[in-house]
């Protein structure tokens, strides 16, 4: 149990629809980073909250955002679904902002598995 | 898009031998992380490597850096069924982005 909490665990909507997927960081972790992982394309980076700042971008559609609120819990939003959409998104969390030769260690939550009908 | 290639994607070994995964880029890394997902898990940070030519063992996996620092590697030794999952590398660059290699599937065979 790495500390991460992510909800739901399942996911499943029609084409067309909205979600949230919700994350509770490790108690105390600033940043949080939301990714991607489908059979195709791998684990994707999508995106970097430090602090209730977005700090970095991967590739994150325009139909998803994200938000990281003031206790520190994010939410991804997902729009527009399309069936490509269906994967595995995971949460991480870390005590600091990560990237570049800082120490890069991340904790990674159960993950949501989203399946677009 | 994708930064770092890692190879081979699958590797099936008998139990007691050795296994290699790389993880290689066209462009100067500025860190190599490592980490394992069992099936069905989610992944658990192994290591992260930040100097030219650093080496760093953990029991039985030996993880490397290149000297130019645009490849890795992860050895493990004497393989267990434990070892069973997917190995995946990644880089964090110096805009916060992280970037993951396709991973590597390891399977055990006892």
Redesign the interface.
Known sequence: D?GVTQTPKHLITATGQRVTLRCSPRSGDLSV?W?QQSLDQ????LI?YYNGEE?????ILERFSAQQFPDLHSELNLSSLELGDSALY?C?SSPR???????????????TRLTVL | ??QVMQIPQYQHVQEGEDFTTYCNSSTTL??I?WYKQRPG?????LI?L?KSGEVKKQKRLTFQFGEAKKNSSLHITATQTTDVGTY?C?E????????????TSLTVIP
């Open positions: 790495s980073y990714y791998g684990l994707q980076f970097q700090r970095a971008k991967g590739n995971f991480a902002l990560a990237g570049g030769p800082a120490y890069n260690e991340q904790f990674f939550g159960p993950g | 898009g994708q500025s860190n992380q898990g989610h992944p658990v940070f992260q930040v995946f990644a964090s660059n110096t805009g916060n982005q992280f970037y993951f290699g396709t991973g």
